[in-house]
Every structure is written in structure tokens, then in C-alpha cells.
């Protein structure tokens, strides 16, 4: 129930595609979830969050688009680059329990020039 | 504003050693959380400090504990090492519910 499962594990798409990274989750106490952008060598970088009051939230290229009944939420990154290529995590995490978050194993993405 | 801050950035340790991480939150940040990332097992949850108290654990034995001082920053300490725990050791900071913010974390490698 603490599970956030993360698909696809990688990803290939060339410059100007709309890469789609898609997570879903079981527990729906569940109230805010994060993306996160991390490059080799870096820490993991905050990119945009949504909570479940929300269906879709924009910031810059990137979108979140969420689905409170199927549990399911995924990224969106518009007009990609090669400057994008990273690794993508979703995380979720309750409120009330504090800092805790719960990732999503990841998704490589490559953006080919 | 500065960053989170985690020292030192990378350690080579024995086997049944102890090892000690630093990290420094971003100032006015009251929550400071710890997570393991291995190329296996992702980002793993550890544990969160809130104001100086423990506030959550993760999944993990009694060898890995930490604490946090009054003015927020953090250290983790990892007793008896093992080759498991070799792992990029990472420290995110935060208002304590929401937005959390990473450093760049502590590579540790155990021989």
C-alpha cells in the first residue's frame, strides 16, 4: 500500500517529442506528489508537485496531469531537449505524516538531438 | 538562500567500521529527512527529523540512526558497516510537510 509504482524504466524520444512518464499509487491518504529531476552525480531536483484538488498543474514544459479515481498521475515534459535527459522519479507522501516520501524507481530519459 | 549541505561528498569505509554523515538544511527549514539510493532498491526512505524529534523511520536496522541539533542540522550514523550499505546517502530538508529539497548528497563506498 506504500508502493508507488513508477513505468516506463526508459525512455528514448528525439528532440521536440513529448516524453510521458506515468506512476500510479494504492494508498489514498496519499496527498501530494512530487516530480523529481536528477542528473548523474546530483541530487534529486524538485520539478513541479500536484495535489489530489488538482487534475493538472503547468510549469513551463512541464505538466502533471492527475487522475484521483484511477490513482494515477504522470510528467509531461513538452518540446524536450537533450539538455533533458535525466532521470525522472515520482514520489508520493501523506500530510500528516511529515517529510516522508515514497519514489517511484525511476525513468531514464534520453533525448536524442 | 543557500542549498542543502552534505559532507563530506565522498567516503571509503572497511567493513565493520562507523561512519558518520553531515548535513546542513536550507535555512528557516525545520525538517531535515535521510534516504539510501542504490541502482537496486531506488530511493529508500530512512528517517526524518522535525525540531530536534525523530518524526518518522523507514524500513531500516537499528545500525543506522541519527539525530538533529537545535539549529537544524542533521547527522546520520551508520554502525558496523557492510558491503550493503555501500550508496549514495542523500539529505533533504523541508517546511516538514510538502516541498522537499535535496543536497547532493554522500557517496559511500564500503570495502
Known amino acids: 500500500q506504500q508502493q508507488v509504482k513508477q513505468s516506463p524504466q526508459s525512455l528514448i524520444v528525439q528532440k521536440g517529442g513529448i516524453p510521458i512518464i506515468n506512476c500510479a499509487y494504492e494508498?489514498?491518504?496519499?496527498?501530494?506528489f512530487p516530480w523529481y529531476q536528477q542528473f548523474p552525480g546530483k541530487g534529486p531536483a524538485l520539478l513541479i508537485a500536484?495535489?489530489?484538488?488538482?487534475s493538472e498543474k503547468k510549469e513551463g514544459r512541464f505538466t502533471i496531469s492527475f487522475n484521483k479515481s484511477a490513482k494515477q498521475f504522470s510528467l509531461h515534459i513538452m518540446d524536450s531537449q537533450p539538455g533533458d535527459s535525466a532521470t525522472y522519479f515520482c514520489?508520493?507522501?501523506?500530510?500528516?505524516?511529515?517529510?516522508?516520501?515514497?519514489f517511484g524507481q525511476g525513468t531514464e530519459l534520453s533525448v536524442k538531438p | 538562500k543557500a542549498g542543502v549541505t552534505q559532507t563530506p561528498r565522498y567516503l571509503i569505509k572497511t567493513r565493520g567500521q562507523q561512519v558518520t554523515l553531515s548535513c546542513s538544511p536550507i535555512?528557516?527549514?525545520?525538517?531535515v529527512s535521510w534516504y539510501q539510493q542504490t541502482p537496486g532498491q531506488g530511493l529508500q526512505f530512512l528517517f526524518e527529523y522535525f525540531s530536534e524529534t525523530q518524526r518518522n523511520k523507514g524500513n531500516f536496522p537499528g545500525r543506522f540512526s541519527g539525530r538533529q541539533f537545535s539549529n537544524s542540522r542533521s547527522e546520520m550514523n551508520v554502525s558496523t558497516l557492510e558491503l550493503g550499505d555501500s550508496a549514495l546517502y542523500l539529505c533533504?530538508?523541508?517546511?516538514?510537510?510538502?516541498?522537499?529539497?535535496f543536497g547532493q548528497g554522500t557517496r559511500l563506498t564500503v570495502v
Open positions: 514520489a508520493a507522501s501523506r500530510g500528516f505524516s511529515g517529510g516522508k516520501l515514497i
Open positions: 535555512s528557516g527549514h525545520r525538517s
Open positions: 533533504a530538508s523541508g517546511q516538514g510537510a510538502g516541498e522537499a529539497f
Open positions: 494508498n489514498t491518504a496519499f496527498d501530494y
Open positions: 500536484i495535489r489530489p484538488d488538482v
